[in-house]
């Protein structure tokens, strides 16, 4: 009988040499918690179908900020869910709107140490729920959004934010962005670019984070999941436009886009683990159906070995404390 020439099971063998061998780094610094932060609230209220993550009073936003700091994370994405929303998402602009209110407190308390990043996008604020201004036949207007989110990016950077997050998908916004905040004097503003964001049912949870009164959805304006090609195109828009890193949404169900982006664009590449692959878990564990760490940690190596230089994930403070407790 002849024996096996090559063995790899010699490299599994231990956890000292699978420590050793193992390609993919999972540290603290390389994840970013995205947190909801709501006006009008005094206490933490519970988003249901993501358990263990809540819609922020602003002080409990502070707490979170200086934990995610103590924790070690890379950064803080902030999403605000304003009191009142209107049709063009006045509170968006309003230089004491609640996101900007977040941005101000969270970069007092722990903007030395993390990275804060800001969600510029109109969904949280409009009365309708969908990303841009709407054009008389209802339709999402692109070029009448572009303003808007001129506006927004000047009030967040004014609000202290180091990274705005352009996530609505409309053409050319990272360049009407990019010249907004130059010519306010924030050339230091760094634009995190949602280049490649699908329309996925991976959202469902966020809808209700948010408050969203959305009705339909968003295929006339985020991608379509049956296509590649396009999210390397985006990228390369982005890129030609002044992005300074760019992402991939949702994560898990889009490994492959991750790979291609990842070896396509030579700036950092995020990856935004969503409100759907949270809940997922959460749920399989909560019926003892699947072990929660574990499937959590798998996940995000996964992410990391797909490409992405970081990853936003609501499990980003826990994750770090496993992994400082790993080493
Ligand atoms: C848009 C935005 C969304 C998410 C992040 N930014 C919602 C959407 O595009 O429908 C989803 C995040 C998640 O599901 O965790 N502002």
Redesign the pocket.
Same mark, same amino acid.
């Given at each position: 009988m002849g024996f096996p020439a090559a063995r790899p099971r010699r490299l599994r063998s231990t956890p000292a040499v699978r420590r050793l061998v193992a390609e993919t780094t999972l540290e603290p610094r390389q994840l970013v918690l $995205?947190v909801f932060v709501r006006e009008g609230i005094d206490a933490p209220v519970p988003i249901a179908s993501m358990p263990g993550v809540v819609q922020h009073p602003l002080d409990g936003l502070r707490k979170a900020a200086a934990e995610a700091a103590a924790a070690g994370l890379g950064g803080i994405m902030l %999403?605000g869910i304003p009191a009142h929303k209107d049709a063009v998402g006045s509170a968006g602009t309003d230089p004491d709107g609640i996101l900007q209110q977040g941005l101000r407190a969270v970069v007092e308390e722990a903007g030395d140490s993390l990275v804060v990043m800001s969600?510029l *996008?109109l969904?949280?604020f409009t009365d309708h729920g969908h *990303?841009g201004v709407l054009a008389a036949d209802g339709s999402v207007d692109n070029d009448a959004t572009l303003v808007r989110y001129a506006e927004m990016a000047i009030v967040q950077a004014e609000a202290g934010a180091h990274v705005v997050a352009p !996530?609505?998908m409309m053409d050319g916004q990272v360049g009407v962005i990019r010249s907004a905040l130059d010519e306010s004097g924030f050339s230091n503003v760094s634009v995190l670019a /949602?280049s490649a @964001?699908y329309a996925s049912a %991976?959202?469902? $949870? %966020?809808?209700e984070?948010?408050d969203s009164s959305l009705k339909g959805d968003?295929r006339a304006y985020?991608q379509d999941g049956a296509n590649a090609r396009e999210a390397l195109r985006e990228v390369r828009l982005d890129l030609a436009e002044g992005a300074d890193m760019v992402m991939v @949404? $949702?994560a898990s169900a889009y490994l492959d886009i991750l790979r291609a982006v990842a070896d396509e664009s030579d700036v950092p590449v995020a990856a935004?683990q969503? !409100?759907?692959e /949270?809940a997922m878990i959460e749920a399989a564990a909560a019926n003892g159906w699947i072990d929660r760490d574990r499937a959590v940690l798998e996940s995000l190596t996964a992410i990391r070995r797909a490409g992405a230089d970081f990853v936003l994930t /609501?499990w980003a403070g826990e994750a770090a404390g496993w992994l400082r407790a790993a080493r």
């Open positions: $995205p %999403f969600d *996008c969904d949280e *990303c !996530s609505g /949602y @964001k %991976f959202y469902g $949870p %966020f809808r984070a948010v968003r985020q @949404k $949702p935004y969503v !409100s759907g /949270y /609501y």
